[in-house]
């Protein structure tokens, strides 16, 4: 079974400041896709950031990072430069290879501060 | 830019009614999703659909449910009998390729809230 665990259920920083939510996963298979989902307040969710799992690199979306340690199985979100319109809910989730299903984690509520 | 959107944003019904969640997928998408959120818990997947059947379900999604993309644009799932613990936020999502592959970013509507009373 696949499971995504984010352990941070709100975080918060000051604008311009870097933040960096956490996301733990569990699959026993090799191939599989990573995502953070961003919610902002009453919007759909819309991606921020994918990773495949048999790439090596980190991924890099402007200001979005990732830190994959696929070993230990980790999955972290890089924000730097906050911005106001950051603010909203960051969804970890996972899908395996052959599989059609996004796996969430229950999400981490980030606060920008001005 | 193309966005999925859903009918009606917050739908109130009662206990043991049936009920149909509309979608509007992204035109030139062809896999269609439906999750749920219960309050406070996480985004579970339901069902996915591609090629007019289903593709893949899971275990929440029994015989009370069922999905239908009845003219080519809209994708809508019925609850037939709805239940208390029916009770919660259901995300329609769609996307060009399957999750297995490149290209497949989900992209999401903004929600239906069903409330059961």
């Known amino acids: 079974a696949q499971t995504v665990t984010q352990s941070q259920p709100e975080m918060s920083v000051q604008e311009a400041e870097t933040v960096t939510l956490s996301c733990t996963y569990d699959?026993?298979?090799?191939?599989?896709?990573l995502f953070w989902y961003k919610q902002p307040p009453s919007r759909q969710m819309i991606l921020v950031i994918r990773?495949?799992?048999?790439?090596?690199q980190n991924a890099t979306e402007n200001r979005f990072s990732v830190n994959f340690q696929k070993a230990a199985k980790s999955f972290s979100l890089k924000i730097s430069d906050s911005q106001l319109g950051d603010a909203a809910m960051y969804f970890c989730?996972?899908?395996?290879?052959?599989?059609?299903?996004?796996?969430f984690g229950k999400g981490t509520k980030l606060t920008v501060n001005p | 830019e193309p966005e999925v959107t859903q009918t009606p944003s917050h739908q109130v019904t009662q206990m043991g009614q049936e009920v149909i969640l509309r979608c509007v997928p992204i035109?030139?998408?062809?896999?269609f999703y439906w999750y749920r959120q219960i309050l406070g818990q996480k985004v579970e997947f339901l069902v996915s659909?591609?090629?007019?059947?289903?593709?893949?379900k899971s275990e929440i999604f029994d015989d009370q449910f069922s999905v239908e993309r009845p003219d080519g644009s809209n994708f809508t799932l019925k609850i037939r009998s709805t239940k208390l613990e029916d009770s919660a936020m259901y995300f329609c999502?769609?996307?060009?390729?399957?999750?297995?592959?490149?290209?497949?970013?989900?992209?999401f509507g903004p929600g239906t809230r069903l409330t059961v009373l």
């Open positions: 699959t026993s298979e090799s191939d599989y896709y």
């Open positions: 999502a769609s996307s060009r390729a399957p999750t297995s592959g490149i290209n497949n970013e989900q992209f």
């Open positions: 990773q495949e799992a048999y790439k090596q």
């Open positions: 035109s030139n998408h062809l896999y």
């Open positions: 659909f591609y090629n007019n059947e289903i593709s893949e």
């Open positions: 989730a996972l899908s395996q290879g052959g599989s059609e299903k996004l796996v």
